[in-house]
């Protein structure tokens, strides 16, 4: 009898729940394919914690609900960094208490613009605290001195406990805190590696309740997957304030940080930087850098106007038709939507007799941005028309509008502040949606023609 009971202790000790490192989903026995998200070799085994004591499971503190109306509130007012770019973002600038989450590629630059918020914040007479997993002080000093940091006074610790962690932010109080990176925080409590879904779900919440009981703002980095999506639990994404990712390729010195969440602010806003040898510089003026080195009189290229949040950002559209000796013709769209290339090019071949179907396409956005919106259309149509006819867009032209199955050219929103951008440019004339025409006012020194159909814009450009 003794003995069947030893065994059995022995078994409920050695009970393990395999939990998917990719999407956090639990089973009782491994499996090579995760029944959550269908990604293989992602189950990991993992002590279950001991939920049997009194209050483990449950906290014992109780809440009192109040009527919303007797909450005493005065807004706090955000915290600047001195980086506009950064703070536009942001939508004016940091909340206290709030959790932001920003994630990028290797090498982009999020350590980098961290630390350059931080130390901007040390110099106008704030308390700020970096906490780093992957560097020393030695190595963050290093980093800071290559910046041209003249922050002395920004407190810098190199710990990945949780315990410690949140400890060190209680005793220091500061006005803002980042983590790099939220992967390699653990909490020794935990049976599982640090990086795992357990952990960083623990560590995310934690963080969090400090965060909102101290009103402290607090930015975890984050590192991401080969897809692009944050490495953790999604749960984290929706425990956060402010989601924040930082793109651009690192053989382009431009880099955007892009809010896809923002509880105190515009998600449609972004800021771009240029990486330089003393780390990231604001660019307040995108067009101009954009277009520094766009060649005139090229076939197939085009510009356009493209909202970016409030702010309207002269972008230039490249495109290349060119003959395919291949059985199925290549179709290479990089900063743009290929769904809307292949439908524009399908309107082509039908609406304006142009065969593009055993020609390759590529297709680029200058300077490496991602444009998703509608209204970049017919800059696509355009810069195809202009490499398959092999004749330049006059000089001086911008073109926007969003292009139906029909070849229609549809209105585009917020069009006063495209076209202002364009004149402010030194564009002369600027093709649109007919319907937008009677919003606009007279600009000076741009000529605004409206068109109703793709094939009528062809005409008039070539």
């Known amino acids: 009898m003794k003995c069947i009971l030893w065994g059995n202790i022995l078994k409920k000790k050695e009970r393990l729940i395999f939990r998917c490192q990719s999407c956090g989903h639990e089973t009782h026995q491994w499996m090579g394919k995760c029944p959550g998200c269908g990604e293989w070799d992602t189950l990991s085994g993992e002590k279950p914690k001991d939920d049997t004591t009194p209050g483990a499971r449950f906290s014992r503190t109780r809440t009192a609900a109040v009527p919303m109306g007797a909450i005493e509130f005065d807004e706090d007012p955000r915290i600047e960094t001195g980086i506009q770019e950064f703070d536009r973002v942001l939508g004016g600038g940091i909340v206290p208490g709030t959790l932001v989450l920003i994630g990028g590629d290797p090498g982009v630059g999020k350590s980098t613009l961290m630390l350059q918020a931080l130390s901007r914040l040390a110099e106008s007479g704030k308390k700020t605290l970096y906490v780093s997993g992957e560097e020393s002080i030695r190595q963050i000093k290093m980093r800071g001195n290559r910046l041209s940091s003249g922050a002395t006074s920004m407190l810098v610790a190199a710990e990945t406990d949780l315990d410690s962690i949140i400890s060190m932010a209680e005793s220091e109080k500061p006005h803002a805190m980042v983590v790099d990176s939220i992967q390699t925080v653990y909490n020794p409590e935990i049976a599982s590696t640090p990086g795992s879904v357990t952990q960083i779900r623990e560590a995310s919440i934690r963080l969090l309740n400090m965060a909102k009981q101290a009103g402290v703002p607090l930015f975890l980095v984050g590192h991401v997957t080969k897809i692009g999506a944050i490495a953790g639990?999604?749960?984290?994404?929706?425990?956060?304030?402010?989601?924040?990712?930082?793109?651009?390729?690192?053989?382009?010195?431009?880099r955007i940080l892009r809010a896809v969440k923002n509880r105190f602010g515009s998600t449609n806003e972004i800021g771009v930087f240029e990486m330089k040898e003393k780390g990231l510089a604001q660019v307040p003026n995108p067009s101009e850098i954009f277009l520094a080195e766009r060649s005139v009189n090229a076939p197939g290229s085009v510009v356009t106007a493209s909202m970016e949040g409030t702010r309207p950002i002269l972008i230039e559209v490249q495109g290349l038709a060119s003959s395919s000796g291949l059985g199925n013709p290549r179709r290479t769209v990089l900063g743009l939507d290929p769904n809307r290339v292949a439908l524009i090019a399908a309107v082509m071949e039908k609406r304006l007799g142009i065969n593009l179907s055993g020609l390759d396409i590529f297709m680029n956005v200058a300077g490496g941005v991602k444009v998703v919106e509608p209204a970049a259309d017919l800059a696509i149509g355009v810069a195809l028309a202009s490499s398959f006819l092999d004749m330049a867009v006059p000089e001086g032209v911008t073109v926007i509008g969003e292009i139906g199955l029909t070849g229609e050219i549809r209105a585009a929103g917020h069009v006063?502040?495209?076209?202002?951008?364009?004149?402010?440019?030194?564009?002369?004339?600027?093709?649109?949606?007919?319907?937008?025409?009677?919003?606009?006012?007279?600009?000076?020194?741009?000529?605004?023609?409206?068109v109703t159909s793709l094939k009528q814009v062809v005409e008039l450009l070539f």
């Open 233 to 254: 639990p999604r749960i984290m994404e929706h425990m956060v304030d402010t989601v924040l990712y930082f793109e651009g390729d690192r053989s382009h010195v431009f």
């Open 416 to 450: 006063e502040a495209r076209v202002k951008e364009a004149a402010k440019m030194g564009f002369t004339r600027c093709l649109l949606p007919q319907n937008n025409i009677k919003q606009l006012p007279d600009i000076p020194g741009l000529a605004i023609q409206g």
